[in-house]
């Protein structure tokens, strides 16, 4: 403490510094009172106000004899060395808190090999505080040893700087935990993901075949529809034609000639008539019902989707996928969705195929 003082002793009242402390460009310190009053010595001539320099100037370093040139603020333009003004605080603190120390001199620790001895000296060898009779004489007069304020303030000092490494040391490990776990949460996100795209993918592809096979049916049932459109169209045309015909010959006035082309014309005009030969569509024949589906347990499925728990909920998953699941897609670990379970049952033949029209139609 005592060396820490004389650092802090101003060079020109020869006491400690007074605050404000300003720093000069050579780094040494001064009082600003005891810097204006070198100022003010060396420039007489420059005019003052309220006792202080107005305009800049210059003197020289009492210390080092550097010379210092101040701007127009004079010593009040030179930097304040706040470093140097709390240590001063803290000095003053410790000085206060320290003084009544002397009255605790009856509990300074005795030494037990000298119980009259006062405990002043540190063993560096066997890391304990002695006394100076143990160094003369006694146990530790082969060891090295050190003043024992030394070795109290390098402790003091060791401690607060351990206590701060091991904390950066934990603030480190955090951190690097920190951005551990931001890496990892990417990554398992990045996965997740890509299994739900998977799943995205079969559903589509299920959906595609599905509508497929129903536009399949729907196109084969409104083509044949459409081709028998086309033969009663045909069909009421020919008898369009028989009824012209029929009609001309009610023209005729000969009763003979008349009567003799009546009858091929009946016959004509009841083949006309009779649609016997084309086929007819049966009753809901258009109806598309047979391709009805249910996703009512798949949607439970889904809805039951989540992240592995344990082991066992792999076993069970490998053993489903063995058992005859055709297709299985696992989120993360969730449980298996099974994508043909939406698939409808192969559907039925519809109540009147084109084929089975026809037949019907013949028979």
Request: contains cysteine.
């Amino acid at each position: 403490m005592d060396n820490l003082e004389k650092q802090l002793i101003c060079p020109i009242c020869l006491e400690m510094f007074t605050k404000p402390v300003v720093i000069l460009p050579c780094q040494h310190n001064l009082c600003r009172k005891c810097a204006n009053d070198i100022f003010q010595a060396s420039n007489p001539y420059l005019p003052t106000r309220g006792g202080s320099l107005t305009s800049g100037g210059r003197f020289r370093c009492p210390s080092c004899r550097h010379e210092v040139v101040l701007d127009r603020h004079g010593v009040y333009g030179l930097q304040r060395n706040l470093l140097v003004e709390n240590i001063i605080d803290m000095f003053k603190q410790e000085s206060s808190s320290s003084k009544p120390a002397p009255e605790r001199k009856e509990e300074t620790p005795m030494c037990d090999a000298h119980e009259e001895e006062k405990i002043n000296i540190y063993c560096v060898t066997h890391a304990v505080p002695t006394c100076s009779m143990c160094k003369i004489f006694g146990a530790h007069k082969d060891c090295e040893v050190a003043p024992i304020t030394s070795i109290y303030q390098t402790k003091k000092i060791a401690m607060m700087v351990g206590n701060n490494d091991r904390m950066q040391g934990i603030i480190s490990q955090l951190e690097e935990t920190c951005r551990a776990i931001e890496e990892n949460g990417r990554r398992q996100k990045t996965l997740v993901c890509e299994k739900f795209d998977q799943l995205y993918t079969i559903l589509e592809e299920k959906k595609r075949e599905m509508s497929q096979k129903v536009t399949e049916e729907q196109e084969e049932k409104v083509n044949y529809i459409r081709s028998l459109t086309r033969k009663y169209g045909d069909h009421l045309e020919e008898s369009c034609k028989i009824v012209e015909m029929g009609i001309q010959t009610m023209d005729e006035p000969e009763m003979a000639l008349f009567l003799q082309n009546t009858k091929p014309l009946l016959k004509k005009i009841e083949d006309a008539t009779s649609i016997e030969h084309l086929d007819k569509v049966e009753r809901g024949y258009e109806n598309m019902d047979h391709y009805n589906v249910e996703f009512k347990r798949e949607g439970q499925a889904l809805r039951s989707i989540d992240f592995i728990q344990d082991d066992e909920d792999e076993e069970e998953e490998d053993e489903d996928g063995e058992a005859g699941a055709e297709e299985e897609e696992t989120v993360s670990g969730g449980g298996p969705i099974i994508a043909d379970s939406a698939q409808p049952a192969e559907p039925q033949q519809p109540n009147a195929s084109p084929s089975t029209a026809k037949s019907t139609a013949s028979s």
